[in-house]
């Protein structure tokens, strides 16, 4: 009998009494290599009663080795579901449902899922803003961002303002001076002192169902103080929300 199954089950339970359509179930990668015999380059797939599930293996912290495996699936009230992890040779092909990405000549960095996109301003063309974010709202469920970028650097008559609404939606956030919709900063004589804007970027994961991202502030004049600011972004799929670390 070989000391690693080949695959392993496991159990999920929505605990809400709410329905959840578009759930991200997060695995550690180090537990499912405690049950299957797993090497960093193999593949698995998420079996739901014979439908293959989208899935997705993330290296969080950047060392080359996986951290985390999730994937997506639906859960009724209360519901309780059972699913089959197995080791294949190959990844299945999917079109990501997210995407992050770095913006030239903008400098840039921006993402989106299926629900909502953003960015952070990081370069000229910023004008006031400093490391609020700025908010797109969809209402189309495919990715926009290259295509309203493109749009909008036009000349003339010919540019599509991403300003304005043609139909699959807008910016229509005024950033400014504000934290946005993510932004942080630190309280000091009754006001706050903003980081300019990032200094740094990486991109962790683009898809297909998370996009995950970190920035680099430099922060001065705390109590003479300078400090450096990370931030990791991460925005699943199906979600109006980012969550910020």
């Known amino acids: 009998m070989p000391l690693f199954a080949q695959e392993v089950k496991i159990i999920v339970t929505n605990p809400e009494m709410t329905s959840r359509p578009g759930e991200t179930v ?59 992890i197995r080791r294949v040779l190959r990844p299945d092909t999917t079109a990501s449902i997210t995407d992050a990405k770095y913006i030239l000549p903008r400098k840039d960095v921006a993402w989106e899922n299926d629900r909502i996109a953003f960015r952070i301003y990081g370069g000229p063309l910023a004008g006031v803003v400093l490391n609020g974010l700025d908010v797109w709202v969809k209402r189309v ?14 000349k003339g008559e010919k540019r599509i303002s991403y300003h304005v609404d043609h139909g699959e939606g807008a910016d ?58 990370a931030c990791t972004y991460t925005l699943d799929a199906s979600q109006n929300l980012n969550r910020v670390d």
């Not at 962790?204 to 600011?229: N, Q």
């Open 141 to 154: 469920r495919y990715h926009v961002i290259d295509k309203w970028y493109d749009g909008d650097s036009l």
């Open 172 to 229: 229509l956030f005024n950033v400014g001076r504000s934290l946005g919709a993510g932004g942080s900063a630190v309280w000091k004589n009754g006001g706050l002192l903003q980081p300019g804007m990032f200094t740094k970027y990486q991109i962790i994961c683009t898809g297909p169902i998370r996009a995950m991202f970190k920035v680099w502030y430099r922060v001065e004049g705390v109590d003479s103080l300078s400090f450096t600011e």
């Open 26 to 84: 997060t695995l550690s990668w180090v537990d499912l290599c405690s049950k299957i015999s797993l090497n960093d380059s193999d593949n698995l797939k998420v079996i739901d009663n014979g439908l293959t599930l989208v899935s997705q293996k993330i290296d969080t912290n950047g060392d080359g080795h996986p951290d985390v495996f999730i994937f997506r699936s639906a859960f009724g009230p209360g519901e309780k579901k059972e699913f089959d």
